[in-house]
């Protein structure tokens, strides 16, 4: 586009431009035609004509004249307001964090459809990809897009991902865990262990800390439990605790039994193994099928743990590694496992009867089902034989009278539940058990068909029984009907009872150390009793937190603790203190 | 798979532990001296790498040279308000925990 542009001179401002001006045609922009014609036009006629003929077709049309011109409101009624209420929404924030392992792992299941098991291939693909130089690296994979990422951060990520994986790392983190939480615990787990509080040099010393340590000696300050601490962590908050045992060889670790959020048949119960090394987080965590109610380890192979549950299946765990393979043997398919919540297990050492000198370990189970079994392994599971059936007795008034007329004089083959069992400390023939009508029987393993004894005093279900450890002859019991009973072997009326609380007793032991005192849980406290200090009231008395029901008791083998497990899935050890006992093996009781 | 469920059990264990009372913070080194993973800034982190790096190499030697067969495990330095624990295995792990009154 050129614009010439030319100097505008004078002459040419004065010079005279003709300028024509012409018109275009009419652009017609709308035409629309009238509708009306004049009379005076020339085909006013034919129209006319058309007009007339149109109003003969519309007055001759059916139903003319029927039209009514009417007029119609509608009504529009008044508004209510009307409020519904409706569930919140829960809104629930989840993530998280994937590893590029597991994306690879994705992968190749997709592509393969075989799982890679060995952690060695897995771990060799990392450290192949590791090797790469450190420069621009493409990662590519079957399903993803090709990716460039830096080499630097990717080395990185990568060589995190691999020693996740290494044992040895992990081993690391435990001692980590263990180191930390010790620093924080000292002074508990030095009065745990009976050691002296660490001093911190430079830092004042608490006083209240020393103190126990001079007053030792004296005998007025009174027996005293101290709270150490409580093993509770997330898993079991809010689970009941309904049982727990420590490991026969390593005296720091106790496996607590959990059952479910209420006490329901078909909640998932729980099995946490603690230490004393790690007060904050359980070293093993089981997830069991059903309500726990029993468990023991065993003594001959120590890292075995037999778990009894509610639905009457025992199942043998391994603890020595976390792993999927823990579970070894369940005895779900066993066509004569337990009907009913298996209530407590024991592992014994046997008596072979051809020869007398070896001693097997076999697992001894009491049932709701009224069947003491003892349990063997043979190719691929486990099975059981009866070792006794709680048959139900009548005429139980008779049964301190005379034994031999109650023995006949059954007749119905019901069985009643077995809750509790004990077996005697020397002799290892002979056991002790407590079911649901009261009664205490002795049995003998030689005979599976007929009681040795029956002791009848509680009317209300026998929840625990232990002999004592110090006097062969002597056995606690105690039951739902608030009391606890001490009994002498072959007497078939308890020595002493002992009542103090109007509430069921959960569960009674006698103390590893001292021959007079045992300790006893019922609902609502914590009592330890000194059968040398008085017969009418326990010594100590410990109240549980409002709203929460102390369930069961253990004492602890190597230092002067207890160990109360509760309703809301806490473990709480408390130390004894200020407990002057005369330390003496052997108390006879005389009356 | 038992893999996953096992790195799962790592990631948590290393929360719990940063999540510890009175734990400052945990670093992971490589035995490159290079930070693998660490809830301290990168300042602290670079910091405490570097130094402890020489300080372990020198335990080790020690530990050594008395013994053969042995290797250092761990080392402990306590200090008037805060005590640094290394676990050492192939990778260090450091965490500085500030002690209880």
Not at chain 1, 4 to 16: F, G, H, P
Not at chain 1, 125 to 148: C, D, M, N
Not at chain 1, 197 to 226: F, H, I, M
Not at chain 1, 375 to 393: A, E, N, P, Q, S
Request: net charge negative; charged share 20%.
């Amino acid at each position: 586009k050129d614009t010439a542009t030319e100097q505008v001179t004078e002459d040419m401002l004065k010079e005279v431009v003709d300028i024509f001006i012409s018109e275009t045609d009419t652009f017609s922009l709308l035409d629309i035609p009238g509708t009306c014609v004049s009379v005076d036009a020339d085909d006013a006629d034919a129209i006319i004509a058309r007009n007339s003929q149109y109003e003969e077709v519309c007055r001759n049309r059916a139903g003319h004249g029927k039209d009514v011109d009417r007029s119609v409101q509608t009504l529009n009624g008044a508004t209510k307001n009307k409020q519904v209420q409706s569930n919140s929404l829960i809104m629930v924030d989840a993530g998280k964090s994937v590893m590029l392992m597991m994306i690879f792992i994705n992968v190749l299941n997709t592509m393969t459809g075989n799982i890679p098991n060995h952690r060695t291939a897995i771990t060799s693909f990392l450290a192949a990809l590791f090797k790469y130089p450190a420069e621009r690296q493409t990662f590519v994979s079957g399903s993803l897009k090709e990716v460039e990422v830096d080499g630097n951060s990717l080395n990185t990520e990568l060589e995190w991902e691999l020693i996740v994986l290494s044992e040895k790392f992990q081993h690391c983190l435990l001692a980590m865990e263990k180191s930390i939480l010790r620093n924080n615990s000292q002074p508990q787990l030095a009065a745990y262990r009976q050691l002296a509080v660490l001093e911190e040099p430079g830092c004042p010393v608490k006083p209240d800390l020393v103190e126990p340590r001079k007053g030792g000696t004296e005998s007025s300050q009174s027996p005293a439990l101290e709270c150490l601490w409580v093993f509770s962590c997330e898993l079991s908050r809010g689970r009941s605790v309904s049982c727990m045992a420590w490991n026969r060889k390593n005296p720091d670790l106790l496996a607590v039994g959990y059952g479910g959020f209420d006490f329901g048949n078909q909640t998932p119960g729980l099995v946490c193994c603690w230490s004393i090394k790690n007060l904050k987080w359980p070293e093993r965590v089981i997830h069991c099928d059903s309500t726990v109610t029993s468990l023991d380890f065993s003594a001959s192979s120590p890292s075995q743990l037999a778990v009894g549950t509610r639905d009457g299946s025992i199942t043998i765990y391994s603890v020595h590694s976390q792993d999927n393979r823990s579970q070894i043997v369940s005895s779900r398919e066993s066509p004569s496992r337990h009907m009913g919540p298996v209530w407590q297990l024991r592992w014994m050492q046997q008596e072979l009867s051809s020869s007398g000198e070896e001693k097997e370990e076999a697992l001894l189970s009491v049932g709701a089902d009224g069947r003491i079994s003892k349990w063997f392994f043979f190719k691929h599971g486990f099975d059981c034989t009866d070792v006794m059936k709680l048959k139900r007795i009548q005429n139980t008034k008779k049964a301190g009278r005379n034994k031999t007329e109650t023995m006949t004089g059954s007749v119905l083959t019901a069985l009643t539940p077995g809750l509790c069992f004990d077996f005697h400390p020397t002799d290892s023939s002979i056991y002790l058990t407590g079911t649901w009508e009261g009664l205490i029987h002795k049995c003998s393993f030689s005979n599976t068909q007929q009681f040795v004894e029956t002791y009848s005093k509680h009317f209300c279900p026998v929840n625990c029984v232990a002999w004592s450890p110090f006097n062969p002859d002597v056995f606690l019991s105690c039951s739902s009907d608030w009391t606890i009973q001490l009994w002498k072997q072959d007497h078939s009326k308890p020595l002493l009872g002992f009542t103090s609380a109007q509430k069921a007793v959960c569960d009674v032991k006698w103390s590893p150390k001292w021959a007079t005192v045992f300790g006893a849980v019922n609902e609502e406290q914590l009592e330890i009793w000194d059968l040398n200090l008085s017969i009418l009231d326990p010594v100590i008395v410990q109240p549980a937190a409002p709203g929460v029901r102390m369930t069961s008791l253990l004492f602890s083998s190597q230092t002067d603790c207890v160990v109360v497990g509760d309703s809301v899935g806490e473990v709480a050890v408390y130390q004894l203190k200020n407990f002057s006992v005369a330390e003496r093996s052997q108390v006879n009781f005389s009356w | 798979m038992f893999l996953v469920k096992q790195a799962e059990e790592v990631e948590a264990r290393m929360k719990r532990i940063a999540a510890t009372k009175g734990v400052i913070g945990t670093l992971v080194v490589n035995p490159d001296g290079v930070p693998l993973r660490s809830t301290l800034d990168q300042s602290m982190t670079l910091q405490y790498a570097g130094q402890l790096q020489n300080l372990v190499a020198l335990a080790r030697s020690t530990v050594r040279d008395i013994d053969p067969q042995n290797d250092l495990s761990a080392l402990r330095v306590r200090a008037k308000n805060y005590e640094i624990i290394v676990v050492t295995g192939d990778y260090l792990m450091i965490t500085i925990q500030k002690l209880p009154e």
